[in-house]
């Protein structure tokens, strides 16, 4: 599976004897899978099937849909709905009963939707069946082109990822090499720290300043974080490679780069090391804003 972005557009057109259509979708960012329909009035039924057939090959984002509709001739007219609208009169009454406002006008009636519904003159079921099946088949071709597009973005985003997985693995190498975590390094730094501290306190328990100097470079030791690093970047790899929806994941693993590169600047005791911290910590930050648009 490829790496699919949550943003895109699509457009279809069909017609069915007299009457032609366009769908056209509009994809962008979202925790979960939010769609939103704008049809015509009287074609609510076939939300149902529009929802499934979308969510079988979209499983994040917020995606307005919208139906524009052109009937030719006289083949469709308006029809009053009369339970839709004696309910919206009960609704109405009663708001007006409760709050002492004066209940809606015969225009605001109409335009509830439902109300009025738009039907064709001629009840053929068969017809009506046979548009419905044209109206899916259109809307499908529309959702197929928006999964192009996300995936072309998908992949444009994938690139881009690759390539700041890289350079964290640059600057993490960079902090294991650092001279200054050489155990020769951090011997002679201690002990000219011993030795200042031994210099203006003598009456330090020596021993003691030993066992709180081992203390101190066990504590000052980057090697687990690094360990750590390592993982995040290999699982990251695996991810990209693996595709599909793994926004979630990646998202999760940005807040582990940065847990252990803030906890290699916290225990850092060389300038080098702090720069490829703080290096490293704006391309996580990068990172994570390219994955927000991932499925």
Known sequence: MALQSMTGFARS????????????????NGKALDVRFR?????????????EALSARILRGNIQVSLQMEEGGASVLPVLNEEAL????????????????????????LAIRGVVEYRETTADPAKADA????????FAEAVAALEKARLQEGAAIGRVLSGQIDEIERLTRAVADDPSRSAENIRERLAAQLARLMESASSLDEQRLHQEAALLATKADLQEEIDRLTAH??????????????????????QEFNRECNTICSKSNAVAVTGFGLEMKVVIDRFREQVQNIQ
């Open 13 to 28: 057109q069909g017609s069915f004897g007299e009457t032609g259509w366009i769908w056209e979708l509009r994809a962008v």
């Open 39 to 51: 049809l015509p009035s009287g074609m609510e039924a076939i939300e149902a099937p529009l929802r």
């Open 86 to 109: 004696s309910a919206a009169e009960k609704i109405v009454a009663r708001v007006s009963e409760k709050t002492g406002m004066q209940p809606a006008s015969m225009d605001a009636l």
């Open 131 to 138: 548009r419905r099946e044209a109206l899916l088949k259109s």
């Open 233 to 254: 970047i290999a699982s990251a790899r695996a991810l990209l490679a693996e595709g599909d929806a793994v926004g979630r994941k990646l998202d999760f693993l940005c």
